[in-house]
């Protein structure tokens, strides 16, 4: 009963017979519709009234039906003060009940179907008090089911020159026929010619009620691919318009690529030679089309590329230069094209100056390069031994020493690209004369004798200088040590030390010799008593003998002094004997010493009457 809906829209109905005097005194009222949903209970008011001067004594009321378009009619109730009765055999039967009272009577239908969409007619009869009828509408509603959309799976081409299907859209079992309109982002599509064409499909279901299938033909472009379409149902209910809305759906709209952009993807920053280098190329179009790309120089030539993407191993210089890519869906001379320069940067092996091995002399100075070829700004450094000797291209070698031999290694690098780096080196060797490592070229020694010493001798030189040992004092020696290196050799001589002792050092190679002298004074043993030569024993004696001459030499001269002042009377004689046996011996010891000439000068002057005391004359003879 809720439900239950009544249209309220009353209007009189002066029901007028052919006989207006016979008709006129009953005045019957009934609505115009009566609204109601499928299944519910529908109550249908018809109301009358006699004038009161006319009271009838009986009153007939039977109900009737036609359905729509349908001119006969079919009574479904009759009533009068003495029965009520339901017409059996009808669609009514058992179905409809009728109420009535002085002002009015009331149809009541339960369980509305799709059917009872008809008019009811309400006929009063109440004899020579008058007649008089009216009929209502009886309205059966039934929404229909949501409203279930479907967009086209395949891609629409903008190039499509009529409008295409782009969905379609169903609203099942509704009544009456319910309206389906469509919307593209929530504005309705308005059939338009050219553009907008919506054919609608109507179908009565065996059981009365309408689907509506509704087909929309659109002429996309580009933009409508980000567009939502969606359908709404519009169908009546008792006293209102009700809708309801699809879901959204996008459709996929394939469009022709009108630009292209061409860009390295990998590897980031600068391109050196060995990188595997990958273009890719975009476009706008839809669906992406697979890409054909060239070099600029060789137009003609298709690159082998997988789809969008263009992968060159191991570039080189030569790849260098300006790539270029176009949809292959579009004709080439479109110009619809990417662009990009691609620029691989290398480093050339480093080429030094002098190559390999460098002989240089001693003193002399050279000027060593080391350059390679590259792209970009290089940098170069110099190391020897792992240390940094240098920076710059150019290496200076001033006044080369033996410690200037060894390999000098450029590396050269590229500040700005990380990656590329090649190195070069020379090896230098110093050409020279021996060089003895000792400072002191001559060396004195002294050591007990009976010892043995180690002499030591080291000398540089390129070629490699030979060692020889000259070895005057000792028969005793051997080499106990021979090293030589590189560009060093080095000698030691165990000398067993007997008597002093001379040794030369002699390096010596193809540039010169190189002399060290040692000297070694043995030290006699402290315990060994040095005995006398005869020699030495014989000078002593004589120099004893003379001296013992002289003093009787002088006593001789005063004893004859005193004689010849008288002084002595007596043994004159005895006196001139010993003086003259003096001179003759005199002449015996110089002619012994005549062999040595500095002692014989020395005695010579001491006879002359030299005032030199005896002391003097023997450090004369030491000297
Ligand atoms: C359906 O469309 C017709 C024609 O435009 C209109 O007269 C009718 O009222 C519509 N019905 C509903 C339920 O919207
Ligand atoms: C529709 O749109 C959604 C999100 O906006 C997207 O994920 C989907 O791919 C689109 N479908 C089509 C057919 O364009
Ligand atoms: C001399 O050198 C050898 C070898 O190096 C060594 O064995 C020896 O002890 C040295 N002798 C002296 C007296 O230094
Ligand atoms: C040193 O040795 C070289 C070659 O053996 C020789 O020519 C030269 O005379 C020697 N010099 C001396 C001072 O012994």
Known sequence: MALLHKSFILVFLHICSLSWNAWAKVELTMGESVEVYLGDLA??????????????????????????????????????????????????????????????????????????????????NGLAAGNAEGKTHLRVFAPPEAPVIEGVLTGISVTNEVPSKVASCEARNGFPKPNITWYRNSMPLVSAQGHVNVLTLVTRESNGFYSVQSKLEYKVVKEDKDARFSCEVSFSVPGAIRTAESKGINITIYYPTTMVELWKESPQGLVKEGDTVELRCQGDGNPPPPFIFNREQEPDVDLDSSGDVLVLPGVSRKDSGVYRCHPLDTEPHTEVTGDMQLTVHYLDPAVVVPKDSEVMFKGESLTATCNALSSLKTSTVWYKKGKQVGKGNTLLLRDATYDTTGEYVCEVTVPSLPGLRTSGSVHIIVQGAPQLNDEDREVELEEAAGRLVNLSCEAHGHPLPSISWNIVGSQSWHEVVSKANEHTAHSVVSVKVTSDISALCNASNDMGTEIKAFSIKAIPMVTSAAPFSPAEGSGVIIVVIILCILLLAILGSVLYFLHKKGKIPCGRSGKQEITKEKTTKDDIVVEMKSNTKTEEAVLLKGVNGDKKGPNDQYMELQK
């Open 43 to 124: 109550q249908i008011p018809c109301q009358y009234n006699f004038s009161d001067a006319n009271k009838p004594s009986l009153v007939m009321i039977q109900w009737f039906v036609r359905a729509v378009g349908n001119s006969t009619r079919r009574r479904i109730f009759y009533g009068d003060d003495s029965q009520q009765m339901v017409d059996d055999n009808t669609d009514y039967s058992g179905r409809i009940e009728v109420t009535s009272d002085q002002q009015g009577t009331l149809l009541t239908v339960q369980d509305v179907r799709l059917s009872d969409e008809r008019e009811f007619f309400c006929q009063v």
